[in-house]
């Protein structure tokens, strides 16, 4: 089935799923054909608007009206199309040229976070994650289409680099020589204690960290560098690579479980957003993914987990001070944006991770009543005003929610 053809499939699909009333907007009109609208527009742009073929055979992937890309936006933007390889050589060939180019950044400078298209350093911003998604997208890949060919011996190299550093900031204080002028403490940060965590400048939302560890930055690497391990086990034959990669993995997770977990009145046991091995704890979300909310996302842990159960009811609450609520919508923001402003990431990422299919018709209800006529899901918006909103031009959340609608149809049908 052509890409095309794919598409029209999955919309179709859509149009027949069942009719959801905007909550909290004091209307009973019917959404489908505004979330369609929005469905269209994002899956048609993200692949044909901001995945550019260059000529050293690579994939540019811009941000959106940010002229750089990030590694992490980069592989989330793509990685919704991952379904359409097998059966479309122009989509496998524009994600084989996505990790190609993503393993030139690595090697390039593996503690800087976005590069431009003619492979300079845009920002210098060390952040875990974006260490960690470019193998987690060429996992997905692989997994999903059987095609070895995108492991090249240049991803290899970019593979090793990352353990290199990972390695180096786990033990942040001894190896690393980063520093970085928004910091604290002269440029190097807030002071930690070894934990088998790695340390982190900065949060995936490109603002500094209050406390190293960031905590669901460490929960993704530890899923990826499990899934790095069986790569460099089955693709690369590197049983060295391998045993490193799965023992960083089993470091990091018994550094979460001793060091990122606390009882918190009136909540439970719950994950905190960020520690730095001394006991002091950061009680929040932020909207970016690896997030607190999205946990069950990249697979850290199941949906039903208690744990998780206790941290998302703590996220999706005033406890949260990054969680809002206005008229048209009640959601998770980010301190990187103005204060009562709502990401859709994480409107996505909150019906991602539910169960509960009248959660995702409320959260859908948000998403739609958030579309000030251009049919674009924007960085935030302000929930009693949604024409109020940041950036005009953002590829992530409408990849995102391209993936959402995709899994809601498969669930219906």
Known sequence: MSFARALVFVVVAALVCTAITAARAGETQLLTGKLQKIYLTAFDEAINRHAIPQRDGTTYVSTGDIEAEWLRDASAVMEPYIGQAASDDRIASALRGVTEREATYLLLDP????????????????????????IWFADKYWRATGDR???????????????????????????????????????????????????????????????????????????????????????????????????????IQSGIEQHAKASVAGAGVVYAYEVDGYGHANFMDDANIPSLLSIPYFGYLSENDPTYRATRKLVLSDRNPYYYRGKFASGVGSPHTPRGYIWPLSLITQALTSADSSEVKRVLGYIAASDVGDHRLHESFDPNWP???????????????????????????
């Open 149 to 251: 060919s995108i492991f090249t011996k240049h991803v290899n190299r970019a593979f090793e680099r990352v353990l290199a550093v990972l390695r180096d900031e786990q033990h942040h204080d001894k190896r690393s020589r980063y520093r970085h002028s928004d910091l604290a403490n002269g440029g190097k940060g807030s002071w930690v204690r070894y934990t088998g965590m790695i340390w982190t400048g900065f949060r995936p939302s490109d603002d500094p960290a209050r406390y190293q560890y960031n905590v669901p930055d460490n929960m993704f690497a530890v899923v990826v560098l499990q899934r790095l391990s069986a790569i460099e086990r089955s693709v690369y034959r590197n049983d060295r690579d391998a045993s490193n990669a799965w023992g960083l993995s089993v470091e």
């Open 111 to 134: 503690y800087a976070n976005a590069f431009s298209s003619d492979y300079k350093v845009v920002e210098r911003k060390f952040e875990v994650d974006s260490l960690l998604y470019p």
């Open 387 to 413: 024409e109020r909103f940041t950036r005009d031009d953002f590829a992530w959340p409408n990849a995102l929610y391209g993936e959402l609608i995709l899994r809601e149809r498969a669930r219906t049908h």
